[in-house]
């Protein structure tokens, strides 16, 4: 087994390479407007990070860089309940490290101002970028986080699948975005959205409890559901160092 302090900042490492290629996509693209192959254009930005640092990490910290993931790991009994808040606190930093980053790479471009520009932050009503109100930013994220939670648990017990993890998991997080971004501009991760609103401040902090409420949720309920379809499950079963495709 990995020492955690090795763990953790592998964690913090991969959350911060998903949330700045997955909102540099947006944040440095000059276009700004998200539409048509815009779209297409930050949801692969996020799947593809997520592969890549799948592969690099996944033998390493398990690969989870997402608060929702590990809740739902550790709910499913796949993962220890005393490394559940640091891994959350990594995942955060590193979004954060992240997040400050491009601030100070964008800066470069006059005019830049996270706050105008929302920063690729995560919203609802007014700063959904179709406009979708609370329910509907609750339901998409609750059901697609715990879409993807499921997936990354139930690709955990298919020990055949462990070489091509990191893609399958990968694209099923491209397929998140495709559908949550019209919506509340794709969260599924409260690290990540975590991260933007800090730099946005003001109706961003505002409405990030809608993105940590609902992908935990849904992480909760999936964590539940796989333990009850796999019946009793050894909390050993899956460790941190078997490979990426041990946890997602």
């Keep these: 087994m990995v020492t955690l302090g090795k763990r953790l900042w592998v964690e913090g490492v991969g959350t911060a390479w998903l949330v700045f290629v997955g909102c540099g996509s947006t944040v440095l693209d000059t276009s700004v407007i998200l539409q048509g192959y815009g779209s297409l254009d930050v949801s692969l930005a996020f799947g593809l990070a997520f592969a890549t640092a799948g592969y690099a990490f996944g033998g390493i910290s398990g690969a989870h860089f997402n608060p929702a993931v590990t809740v739902g790991f550790t709910v499913a009994q796949r993962f220890p309940v005393r490394d559940l808040l640091p891994y959350i606190a990594a995942q955060v930093v590193g979004a954060i490290s992240a997040a400050a980053l491009l601030v100070y790479v964008a800066s470069g471009r006059p005019g830049f101002d996270p706050g105008a520009s929302e920063f690729a932050a995560n919203g609802f009503g007014a700063h959904s970028p179709a406009d979708y109100q609370l329910h509907s930013a609750l339901a998409i994220e609750f059901v697609l986080s715990f879409a993807f939670v499921m997936v990354c648990l139930l690709i955990v017990d298919r020990k055949n699948l462990a070489p091509i993890a990191p893609l399958i998991v990968g694209a099923c997080l491209t397929l998140v975005y495709l559908v949550s971004i019209p919506v509340t501009n794709g969260s599924v991760n409260p690290a990540r959205s975590t991260a933007q609103a800090l730099f946005v ?18 992480g909760v309920v999936a964590g ?25």
């Design 201 to 218: 401040g003001n109706w961003a902090l505002d409405q990030l409890w809608v993105f940590w409420a609902a992908p935990l949720s849904g």
């Design 224 to 248: 539940v559901l796989f333990s009850f379809l796999n019946g009793d499950t050894d909390p050993s079963a899956a460790t941190l160092a078997d490979g990426p495709g041990d946890a997602a």
